[in-house]
Nanobody, 122 residues
Framework: QVQLVESGGGVVQPGSSLKLSCTAS????????VGWFRQAPGAEREGIIC????????YLTESVEGRFTASRDNFRNTVYLQMNSLNPADTALYSC???????????????WGQGTQVTVSA
């Protein structure tokens, strides 16, 4: 099956760090940009960060700059989201999608996974 699979979520305390993985199944990520998105209950999906095939990063929201970063390992066909200094406002279902360019609109993203839940709570 051609899709992305997210993992690494969990329940953490405020101030903690967490690293999420987004692994491609059935295709290679080598020539795709990958974006991370999140959706909290009752809220719209929010773009967080995108990393292209040249490891260039584009933040899709200012709220995570300085705390979150993305990286990729093409050998493992995986993109990572490193999240530091987590706070309760970061609680959401995190998902990743593949796209041609980080400047593309969200409608162009594909191969969405089921997401992984991140809960930040004391």
């Amino acid at each position: 099956q051609v899709q992305l699979v997210e993992s690494g979520g969990g329940v953490v305390q405020p101030g903690s760090s967490l690293k999420l993985s987004c692994t491609a199944s059935g295709f290679t990520l080598d020539y795709y940009a990958v974006g991370w998105f999140r959706q909290a209950p009752g809220a719209e999906r929010e773009g967080i960060i995108c990393i292209n095939e040249r490891d260039e990063i584009r933040y899709l929201t200012e709220s995570v700059e300085g705390r979150f970063t993305a990286s990729r390992d093409n050998f493992r066909n995986t993109v990572y989201l490193q999240m530091n200094s987590l706070n309760p406002a970061d609680t959401a279902l995190y998902s990743c999608g593949a796209v041609g360019y980080c400047s593309d609109p969200v409608e162009r993203y594909g191969y969405w996974g089921q997401g992984t839940q991140v809960t930040v709570s004391a």
